[in-house]
Structure formats: C-alpha cells, structure tokens
C-alpha cells in the first residue's frame, strides 16, 4: 500500500508564495498520475491540479491557474505544488492523491490514496 506524505504547508501573507510537496513510498510512483486537491472548512474537498505519468500533461481548476504549477520528480517519489500571489480563499488543508481513474480526472473517486494533508493558511 503506498503511503503519501504531505508537507510544506504554513501560514503566509497574501501575495506570497507557498511550495508543497507530496512523497511517496514505493516502486511504482511513475506508473501513477497525481493530482492535488484542498479542503477549506465547511466545504467538500475539491480538485485543484492533476499531472500525468511522465509530467507531460498537466490540468488545473480555473481559480488556481497561472498561479499554481503542479510538477514532479519521479526518480524521487514526489510530487509539488507551487502556489503564488496565494490569496485568502487559498486557505484549506491540501491532499495529494494517487490517480487510478480516467486521466485527467477531477473526481475523488478516481484517487485511491490519500495523504495527511497539510494546512495553508493565507492572511488577507
């Protein structure tokens, strides 16, 4: 079982910068998508950015882009996300996620893993 580790998280001023990062256990992290999602309080988790296999494709919800980059190393079983000009509705505890499902897809059900999370916290 793949084992997801958040980190990176922090509270930070808005406009600022933020670089999370997503290791993973395992063998087999290339033969996998990923993608990160946040949760704010309150509110379901939702999608924010999806990455292919080799990195190649990439796809993000309309309110992160040109702000956000999802990438990846694969030859160190980790997965970021680089968040800029972070605003206050940024604030949420963010997930990666091992993707199973369609590629590209949005939905939670195509994740079959999950990290702890970690909190963003963006003051206004």
């Known amino acids: 079982q793949v084992q997801l580790v958040e980190s990176g998280g922090g509270l930070v001023q808005a406009g600022g910068s933020l670089r999370l990062s997503c290791a993973a256990s395992?063998?087999?992290?290339?033969?996998?998508?990923m993608g990160w999602f946040r949760q704010a309080p309150g509110k379901e988790r939702e999608f924010v950015a999806f990455?292919?296999?080799?990195?190649?494709?990439?796809i993000y919800v309309d309110s992160v882009k040109g702000r956000f980059t999802i990438s990846r190393d694969n030859a160190k079983n980790t997965v970021y996300l680089q968040m800029k000009s972070l605003k206050a509705e940024d604030t949420a505890v963010y997930y990666c996620?091992?993707?199973?499902?369609?590629?590209?897809?949005?939905?939670?059900?195509?994740?079959?893993?999950w990290g702890q999370g970690t909190q963003v916290t963006v003051s206004s």
């Open positions: 996620g091992r993707s199973v499902g369609p590629s590209g897809s949005r939905q939670r059900s195509a994740y079959d893993a």
């Open positions: 395992g063998r087999s992290f290339s033969a996998y998508a």
């Open positions: 990455i292919s296999r080799n990195g190649a494709n990439t």
